[in-house]
């Protein structure tokens, strides 16, 4: 069974830093893509960051360029969102997804809530 | 970037109805459109990829159609459990890979 659970989040100042995490189980990590997907209170869905499995490709949407960094530990079936220099409009519930076939976010993990607030 | 827009915002619609909610992209994605459920307080689910194609599991009362610029997520007959929230979204060519606005589907 195909298991993502993310963890790190939290009450973060403007400014401010925190890690996520997303644990993953049930397939093999290496052979997929991994993206984190965000939801602002009552919004609706923004893809963040995507990652490939030899963690080669990064890409970004522009509002996290340079504050954000993803990356991935296969050893550890483990994925990661450092992020940096964090915004009120970086609230959020942070979901990472496993992609298939590059670009289908086939299982999602059940959430993490990152408030920034001063 | 492309835009996704899905029409309607809401509904609501009856048990046994057939609903229909159409998503429009800013410009040409071929078929590389996908449609997530998204019940509350729980996180989004694949319904259907690559327009059309159906995911391990979803009832086969869901269908997805169109290419190009126009696509259709279809509903044949309203059950309960159906009440949630839908989004379409493209991943043609490179990020970002944009999602609609949504729309939220209640049972009357």
């Known amino acids: 069974e195909v298991q993502l659970e993310e963890s790190g989040g939290g009450l973060a100042q403007p400014g401010g830093s925190l890690r996520l995490s997303c644990e993953v189980s049930g397939f093999t990590f290496s052979s997929y893509g991994m993206v984190w997907v965000r939801q602002a209170p009552g919004k609706g869905l923004e893809w963040v960051s995507y990652?490939?499995?030899?963690?080669?490709?990064?890409f970004y949407t522009d509002s996290v360029k340079g504050r954000f960094t993803i990356s991935r530990d296969n050893g550890k079936n483990s994925l990661y969102l450092q992020m940096n220099s964090l915004r009120d409009e970086d609230t959020a519930i942070y979901y990472c997804a496993r992609v298939e076939l590059s670009t289908i976010f086939d299982y999602w993990g059940q959430g993490t809530l990152v408030t920034v607030s001063s | 970037d492309i835009q996704m827009t899905q029409s309607p915002s809401s509904l609501s619609a009856s048990v046994g109805d057939r609903v229909t909610i159409t998503c429009r992209a800013s410009q040409r994605v071929d078929k590389y459109v996908n449609w997530y459920q998204q019940k509350p307080g729980k996180a989004p689910k694949l319904l259907i990829s690559?327009?059309?194609s159906v995911h391990t599991g979803v009832p086969s009362r869901f269908t997805g159609s169109g290419s190009g610029t126009d696509f259709t997520l279809t509903i044949s007959s309203l059950q309960p459990e159906d009440s949630a929230t839908y989004y379409c979204?493209?991943?043609?060519?490179?990020?970002?890979?944009?999602f609609g606005q949504g729309t939220k589907l209640e049972i009357k």
């Open positions: 690559a327009a059309s």
């Open positions: 990652i490939s499995g030899s963690s080669t490709t990064k």
């Open positions: 979204q493209q991943s043609y060519n490179t990020p970002p890979y944009t």
